[in-house]
């Protein structure tokens, strides 16, 4: 008689039994809806014969880009630092390291949640000088509302499919045996084929300022998928 081999990593199956058969389905739900946050990426560059120079530009080109997007007030819900650079560019010819030039780069990254603003924001940095704006990256928080949603949609879905499978055996069904959530969330943090806009500015002319661009939302997808099983009345066949 064999014995069973307490190493075998596969799971039992959960088989039913006459009195007691078993339903397992798959429940999803896939939901469109609005974004709730959308990020820019905001780098601004100097360059310069002397490293004290291009840092000093680098310096107050980076406080002008940070001061206009804090007048945009509790429109922006996040503002941050990332990566500083400043590096020398030796020249292509002759003896030694020579420099020919400095670059500097900062990166900011920006989080709004009134996309009215949004437009105006991102072309009045675009009008900054050596300023290259990127985005915009619409997304939902980790904790919105949509995935909720989904996650109960799927469980009804779920349910659903079960009682119309035990109805085909002219059954009910009984109880809930399992809910397993398989990745009920799918929606990306940062958002899947983003909508783009992207632009380099350099010395802006002396005018009353760009016009605002347009930016229309793009709609977010979030899915939710979760197993179930359940027990049925024996069904009459």
């Known amino acids: ?27 999803e739900a896939r939901l469109e809806v609005d974004p709730e946050i959308a990020r820019i990426g905001v780098t601004v560059a100097s360059r310069g014969k002397d490293r004290r120079a291009a840092l000093d530009d680098l310096t107050r080109r980076n406080t002008t880009a940070l001061d206009l997007i804090k007048t945009y007030g509790e429109a922006v819900e996040r503002l941050e630092t990332g990566a500083f650079s400043i590096s020398p560019e030796l020249k292509d010819k002759g003896r030694g390291e020579r420099v020919h030039a400095y670059h500097g780069r900062v990166h900011i990254t920006a989080e709004l949640t009134d996309f009215t603003a949004l437009g105006e924001l991102t072309t009045r940095l675009a009008d900054l000088e050596l300023t290259r704006v990127d ?40 109880a809930l045996v399992e809910l397993a959530d398989i990745g009920a969330e799918n929606a990306q943090p940062y958002p899947q084929a983003p909508g783009r806009m992207r632009s380099m500015a350099y010395a802006a002319a002396e005018d009353a300022g760009p016009a605002a661009l347009d930016l229309e939302p793009q709609r977010q997808n979030v899915y939710a998928a979760v197993n179930a099983r359940f027990t049925m009345a024996p069904p009459q066949l």
Do not use: C, F, N
Request: zero cysteines; aromatic letters at 6%; glycine letters at 8%.
């Open 135 to 174: 985005g915009p990256w619409w997304a939902l928080r980790p904790d919105s509302p949509a995935h909720r949603g989904a996650r109960q949609q799927a469980v009804k879905e779920a349910v659903q499919r079960a009682r119309e499978y035990a109805e085909a055996l002219g059954t009910t069904l009984a």
């Open 1 to 27: 008689m064999a014995t069973p081999d307490t190493d075998d990593p596969r799971p039992a199956v959960p088989y039913g039994t006459p009195d007691a058969p078993r339903i397992a389905v798959r429940g």
